[in-house]
């Protein structure tokens, strides 16, 4: 289990273009393509769950993310099938509610394509990912585009993240974005 700590902002393709031009650190692409999933009576998104599988460059991985406002618990297992996925989580420490939540089973509800830009950041006071996010999200037959910037703390104190992501806004004039990706695909699958 990892704690994941981190800021969203929504964005355009020309200021994705100029964030990446400001920063000298290489660049890693990774195409991805998410798929999210819940139980047929909607449980794990009612109790703010995220269970999802990634490809990440073809390779998969699936995740399940807890509530926990902007630092969230989050399981990770390298694993093609998401039921497999399920079965792991438990010994992994995952709160006790997950495995009677998924009983009923899981089904894929909404989803995202995009290709994210990676690039570390390392200062004196610690590590942030910076990642670059254009695509789509999909639910419920329907699509809209995605463009996002993310600051993810990967090693130091949450404050260093903090001024990094407000500095990176203010700079970029970037708005703060209060729904995660799955969020938005779910409204979409909705139809909200």
């Known amino acids: 289990m990892s704690t994941e700590y981190e800021w969203k902002f929504g964005a355009t393709p020309e200021t994705l273009s100029a964030i990446s031009a400001a920063f000298s650190e290489t660049p890693v692409e990774i195409s991805m393509e998410t798929t999210y999933y819940d139980t ?8 703010h769950y995220t269970l999802r599988r990634r490809l990440e ?5 699936c995740t399940l993310k807890t509530p926990a406002g902007s630092a969230r618990s989050e399981f990770e297992v390298r694993c093609g099938d998401i039921s497999d996925a399920i079965t792991r989580f438990p010994a ?12 009923e089973g899981v089904i894929p509800i909404c989803g995202a394509k995009f290709t994210r830009i990676a690039k570390t950041i390392v200062m004196p006071e610690g590590t942030v990912e910076l990642a670059l996010d254009e695509g789509i999200l999909m639910g419920g037959g329907q699509e809209i585009p995605l463009c996002e910037v993310e600051v993810e703390l990967k090693d130091g104190d949450v404050r260093f993240c903090d001024l990094f992501a ?26 909200e």
């Open 166 to 191: 407000k500095t990176l806004a203010a700079r970029f004039g970037l708005e703060q974005e209060s729904k995660s990706k799955f969020r938005r695909a779910l409204a979409l699958y909705r139809g």
């Open 40 to 47: 047929p009576s909607g449980a794990l998104s009612a109790r």
């Open 92 to 103: 992994m420490g995952c709160p006790e509610d997950f495995v009677g939540l998924v009983q």
């Open 57 to 61: 460059n073809s390779q998969s991985v």
